[in-house]
């Protein structure tokens, strides 16, 4: 375990800030400029934020009681003061997003030009140009959500989804991607990034993907939960009928015994009374089991990791082979080297993916030359 000052100097090194020791326990400390986007306002309101903090400029810190007297000006830090408490929950939060490259990957793929043309399929007459070949980093955006099932028992699952930044597209293998022996700290091979979706953009459609997954987790819960409601209700309200079953049997007896008809109200009464705390009682149980038995369901981001996977990008061209003047517009392909596999072209009419063009007729109502089949009928 690091001590506090140890921690908190390689806090606010990682974050780029400046730590700088003025004598033993004594630092000098300074907070990085540009904090005030990220900046959060924590749960404690009361609590300074990073970007309060780095606005005060250099901060001098002790970690020895005793150094304060001798150091006016200089601020004591100890577990449970605003500063520490302000860097640990920033710490916890950061914890949670994390940037890994995957490594070992075969970026030199044999008969490259051979594969594309046996899987993009282009119109009789058209050929391939191939342009330009690049290695990008793809950053992939894997979120971990943790959804919590409350009913009279409390369940958690954690559901993980994945997506391609640049493409937009789900990754289905996220086994492959999360392949820990592969993910590293730094990449092994510095590679440009490739322009991408905003991540906030993709966050909704991870959770719109995660809300569907949820509902229909929930709705088999529910179900499994009426089933045992019914269940339970049964059950109680057949415990429920046999009490009333004694009582009336009970009220035959005492009729009989009884003789006068002062006796016979007084005991009628008195049945009625313990009938009507039966159905009350029987009532009231019931309201509670099916309380008990309501689902309610939260979600939450647990986690969220950044997989910079390179990539092949080809730039390409299809054009026509014998004296057609047509030519696509210069469209990506891209040699995922994970799955080894060339992954699915966007069509330049309606942005779906696809592994086929066809010629644009004029019932196709677009300008682009090459289309998918959906644009072409
Ligand atoms: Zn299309």
């Excluded at 309606?350 to 289309?371: D, N, Q, V, Y």
Aim: a negative charge.
């Amino acid at each position: 375990m690091p001590t506090l000052q140890e921690f908190v100097t390689e806090y606010i090194e990682t974050i780029g800030g400046d730590c700088e020791e003025v004598e033993p326990q004594v630092y000098d400390i300074l907070f990085p400029e540009g904090l005030a986007g990220q900046n959060t306002k924590f749960k404690r309101s009361s609590l300074p934020s990073l970007n309060e903090l780095a606005e005060r400029g250099l901060l001098r810190v002790t970690y020895d009681p005793e150094a304060v007297p001798e150091h006016p000006g200089s601020q004591l830090v100890s577990f449970g003061t605003p500063l520490v408490d302000t860097v640990l929950n920033d710490a916890v939060r950061r914890g949670r997003t994390a940037t890994a490259y995957l490594t070992g990957l075969n970026l030199q793929t044999r008969d490259l030009p051979v594969k594309i043309r046996r899987t993009m399929k282009l119109p009789e007459g058209f050929d391939w140009l191939f342009e330009n070949i690049r290695f990008l980093h793809y950053p992939q955006a894997v979120f971990w959500f943790e959804a919590t099932f409350v009913s009279d028992i409390k369940e958690q699952e954690v559901l993980p989804v994945g997506f391609d930044l640049a493409s937009g597209r789900e990754v289905r293998r996220l086994d492959q991607l999360l392949d820990f022996e592969r993910l590293e700290q730094c990449p092994t091979q510095s590679l440009i990034e490739v322009n991408h979706i905003d991540l906030t953009e993709i966050y909704l459609k991870a959770r719109h993907e995660t809300v569907r997954t949820v509902s229909a987790l929930g709705n088999f819960r529910r179900r499994e939960l009426e089933t045992r409601l019914n269940k339970q209700v049964a059950r109680m309200q057949l415990y429920y009928a046999d009490l009333r079953k004694e009582l009336d049997e009970q009220e035959r007896r005492s009729i009989k015994k009884v003789s006068t008809n002062v006796e016979t109200m007084e005991s009628q009464e008195k049945f009625v009374k313990r009938l009507e705390t039966i159905n009350r009682e029987e009532s009231q149980r019931i309201t509670e089991l099916r309380q008990k038995s309501e689902l309610k369901i939260t979600l939450r981001l647990a986690n969220l990791l950044i997989v910079q996977q390179p990539k092949v990008c080809i730039q390409a061209v299809a054009t026509g082979k014998r004296g057609t003047e047509i030519s696509s517009e210069p469209m990506e392909i891209i040699w995922n080297p994970l799955p080894e596999q060339l992954e699915a072209a966007v069509c330049p009419s309606c942005g779906g993916s696809t592994f086929e063009f066809r010629l644009a007729t004029k019932r196709s109502k677009t300008e682009h030359p090459l289309i998918c089949g959906q644009c072409v009928s």
